[in-house]
């Protein structure tokens, strides 16, 4: 059997597990992990990232499933999706992006209950030797400096 390392992960698993919606609960209170709060969509940085530069961006509505949207919802969810990829390319200069949304448990969504898709920025050899040889995921900036550098950018959408 093969061990896979992901230490960064242990605040998570010991942490009590929030019962309020992570995404409700940012909407209604101030917290350094939202960069956006829009009329129909938000977005976050993800407080357990894979790499630097890690969004989360959900509709403001509480919904699990793209069939509850509304064509509005839709359409403003997209543009806040595309807006955040323009806003990585200009801080961040990544080489590409994973883009993606995980629909129910059984699909790996960590917050099933609040549909939201995942921006992951990519840059050549981030999957380097730390990764292969030791199993160890290396992100190399804090995550407050990370929304220092994006919040800025965020703040002059609408």
Known sequence: ???VWAPWRMEYILSEKEEECIF???LSEQSNLTLYKGALSMVMMNKFPYIN???LVAPKRHI???DEMTTKEMADLLKTIKDSIGILKRVMK???FNVG???GEVAGAGVEQHLHFHIVPRWH???NAMTVFAEVRVIPEHLDA???NLKPLFERLD
Do not use: R
Request: proline share 4%; aromatic share 4%.
């Open 64 to 66: 699990s499933s793209l």
């Open 146 to 148: 990370t929304y220092q």
């Open 94 to 96: 990544p080489d590409g």
């Open 53 to 55: 530069g890690h969004l």
């Open 125 to 127: 050899g981030d999957t």
């Open 1 to 3: 059997m093969k061990t």
């Open 24 to 26: 409700c609960a940012a």
């Open 101 to 103: 949304l995980n629909l």
